[in-house]
């Protein structure tokens, strides 16, 4: 059972505009969809959600110059070594 911090009051706009829409829209829209007016509030959250937050957490920034040699001398010691036997290319 949601508790009181679970819940969130939604007044609607008298008038549809980009920054929110009408009780009748969100009305049309569940019924358009088939689903209840909460599930039309949490599908378009979550559009939103989809929209505007970040997929992954966000990186330290760029490398230092001392973490970019760290890298570089560990990728020259997994390169393989030795003379090219043959050699193909997916651009002619």
Do not use: C, W
């Not at 939604?10 to 007016?37: H, I, N, Q, W």
Request: glycine fraction near 6%; charge should be positive.
């Amino acid at each position: 059972m949601p508790s009181a911090n679970d819940s969130l009051l939604l007044k609607f706009r008298p008038t549809d505009s980009v920054l929110g829409v009408t009780r009748s829209t969100v009305k049309a829209m569940a019924a358009r969809l088939g689903v209840p007016e909460t599930q039309v509030v949490h599908l378009a959250l979550a559009k939103l959600a989809e929209d505007t937050l970040p997929g992954y957490e966000a990186d330290d920034g760029p490398l230092t110059a001392k973490q970019f040699a760290a890298v570089k001398a560990d990728a020259a010691r997994h390169l393989p070594k030795g003379k090219i036997l043959s050699e193909a290319s997916l651009f002619p």
